[in-house]
């Protein structure tokens, strides 16, 4: 069955005006959360969650993670030592992406009901009417926790299938650590966007592949968004409270 008109993603326009037009919604979502108080309840504790999740995260694989470049790079020939400054930038930088997209994943899991009912209130404000979850009974939570896990495990078939070679790519002289780099930074853009439409997306049992189909179906507009969200994510702390804003902003880019 085709989804209805109120609810079925349009292009957006083409080009750079598209890349744009996908920037710009999470600062759309965050006007319309500051001008909504009944939105405030369904964002302060996944707020909450993503501060003792991000301490973890952060405080445990941060500092080694930048020993490890450190080490890396300290085996590099004396020729390429000129490049040292620029790897380590790249590295360090996807190293924040990762740290990111890996806070926006397992915060989104849990949670999922906050952001499930924050994306149906903002689809209820745009058109009126949207498809509500089902009452949190014992056995709904289970199917809910099985179809976030099949999804998660999907997104990781993905990321191992493609982002293996890119980490391959990562660990050679340049130009190949060049090209890893941006082909990562364009695969952890498509796996935050598809979180970011997780919540509309889960409440209408859309497929794996139908969700990949809605991204590149909005492309160039769904890069932008992508792109954005994955630098709102990347930055330490600030991070904490953009995560809902862009939970928020899929809910309003998908309508």
Known sequence: MQPSSATAPRRHRAGIPGFFAGFSYPFRALVVIQQTRRLWQYVLIPILINIVLGALLYGGLLLPGLQRIDQTLAGLPVWLAFLDPLLSFLFGLVLLVLLGV????????????????????????????????????????????????????????????????????????????????IGTLLLMALLVTLDAFEPMLSRRRRRFRTKLATFWRLFPASIGFGAVCLLLVSIPLFNLLSIPLCIAAGTLFFM
Request: glycine share 12%; aromatic share 8%.
């Open 102 to 181: 890996a806070l926006l994943t397992i915060g989104t899991l849990l949670g999922a009901w906050w952001y499930s009912q924050l994306s149906e209130q903002l689809e209820i404000m745009r058109t009126g009417t949207a498809i509500a979850a089902p009452p949190p009974t014992f056995w709904h939570v289970l199917r809910e926790i099985g179809y976030a896990l099949g999804f998660e495990l999907k997104k990781l078939l993905l990321l191992v299938g493609i982002g293996g070679p890119l980490l391959l790519l990562n660990l050679m002289p340049p130009p190949g650590a060049l090209i890893g780099t």
